[in-house]
């Protein structure tokens, strides 16, 4: 499902004349298998979110190969990047990243409203998702009067309402409580059995991380175990 290759990433800091490059990874090789659950483990700066942000094609890679399910997408334009996204993946995030102005069923419709899915078809497809992820006796309330679980739980429903392939999970228990946190982690669990639904997730917990089937760990931008 995603392949790579040899990848490593530099951010330039500084002005124009003092312009300094800061090496963030280094040759990093990574395969993950569809039907997977993966998790990469490692503290704040070592290399994992920018590598989360490299596969879901928010940065391009200095140098090396990023392919996802047989494509190559490391040169891939903004525009090609945007339909990609929206044909094959979703996105879990630490933040939850919700549109504040829009009810949870808004919230969850918006990536069928933006894959040109009729009016129809969306709504049912919603509240089938809001009933699947619990919550579907809260398609009308508002981000605000929501717990930070139910939030998620909203995340969740964004993410696979399109039935992506591939899943990509931004620490996406660290905003939570552990009982809320051990619910979210079962629904992954639950996802990936019964749909076979492939998740790459980067987390800094070894008690999350220990949801996966493999689990490497990253320091200093190489993957060491």
């Not at 392949?3 to 395969?31: C, M, T, W, Y």
């Not at 483990?41 to 920018?50: A, D, P, Q, Y």
């Not at 309330?141 to 392939?165: D, F, H, K, T």
Request: proline fraction near 3%; aromatic fraction near 6%.
């Amino acid at each position: 499902m995603i392949a790579i290759q040899n990848v490593s990433h530099q951010f330039q800091i500084g002005k124009k004349d003092s312009e300094k490059l800061v090496p963030v990874l280094n040759r990093v090789n990574l395969v993950v298998q569809a039907g997977e659950i993966v998790s990469v483990l490692g503290r704040s700066g070592s290399g994992k979110s920018t590598l989360l942000n490299l596969a879901a094609g928010y940065m391009r890679p200095t140098s090396g190969s990023i392919r996802i399910n047989g494509t190559e997408v490391s040169s891939y334009s903004e525009v090609q990047w945007s339909k990609f996204r929206l044909a094959h993946m979703g996105f879990i995030f630490q933040s939850f990243q919700l549109i504040t102005s829009m009810t949870a069923f808004q919230n969850i419709e918006l990536p069928l409203t933006l894959k040109g899915i009729e009016e129809k078809e969306r709504a049912a497809r919603v509240r089938e998702t809001m009933e699947l992820v619990g919550m579907g006796e809260y398609q009308h309330y508002y981000p605000s009067e929501l717990s930070g679980g139910q939030q998620q739980r909203i995340g969740i429903a964004r993410a696979m309402v399109l039935r992506p392939a591939l899943i990509l999970a931004d620490e996406p228990t660290g905003s939570l409580d552990s009982e809320t946190e051990q619910s979210v982690l079962d629904f992954i669990r639950q996802l990936n059995r019964d749909w076979g639904t492939t998740f790459l997730m980067i987390t800094h917990d070894a008690e999350v991380a220990s949801i996966a089937h493999r689990s490497v760990t990253i320091h200093n931008g190489q993957i060491v175990g």
